[in-house]
């Protein structure tokens, strides 16, 4: 069993900076895959980034060169810092871990970024 615990979110101006982390709980390697996705209201969940050892991390087109996907095994936990956001940026984000084939999800944090 793996449970997910987000904080980090908040309301911030355009071209602001937010970090979001992630504590994990429970039997995680750190080639399991982690990492952040998000849902803007009326839209569809979609990842923002994800990072396993022994992988290059992967960053959603939008946010590439803007976020950075980071991971402390010895904590469990993995950081999404988020720098120039954008209003667009503004979404329910959640943190998500595929551990021996199953995919667990955190309760989600709220970012807003105001124009």
């Known amino acids: 069993q793996v449970q997910l615990v987000e904080s980090g979110g908040g309301l911030v101006q355009a071209g602001g900076s937010l970090r979001l982390s992630c504590a994990a709980s429970?039997?995680?390697?750190?080639?399991?895959?982690m990492g952040w996705y998000r849902q803007a209201p009326g839209k569809q969940r979609a990842v923002v980034a994800t990072?396993?050892?022994?992988?290059?991390?992967y960053y959603a087109d939008s946010v590439k060169g803007r976020f950075t996907v980071s991971r402390d095994n010895a904590k469990n936990t993995v950081y999404l810092q988020m720098n120039s956001l954008k209003p667009e940026d503004t979404a329910v984000y959640y943190c998500?871990?595929?551990?021996?084939?199953?995919?667990?999800w955190g309760q989600g944090t709220q970012v807003t970024v105001s124009s």
């Open positions: 998500a871990a595929l551990v021996r084939g199953i995919n667990y």
């Open positions: 429970g039997i995680i390697f750190s080639s399991d895959v």
């Open positions: 990072i396993a050892s022994g992988r290059n991390p």
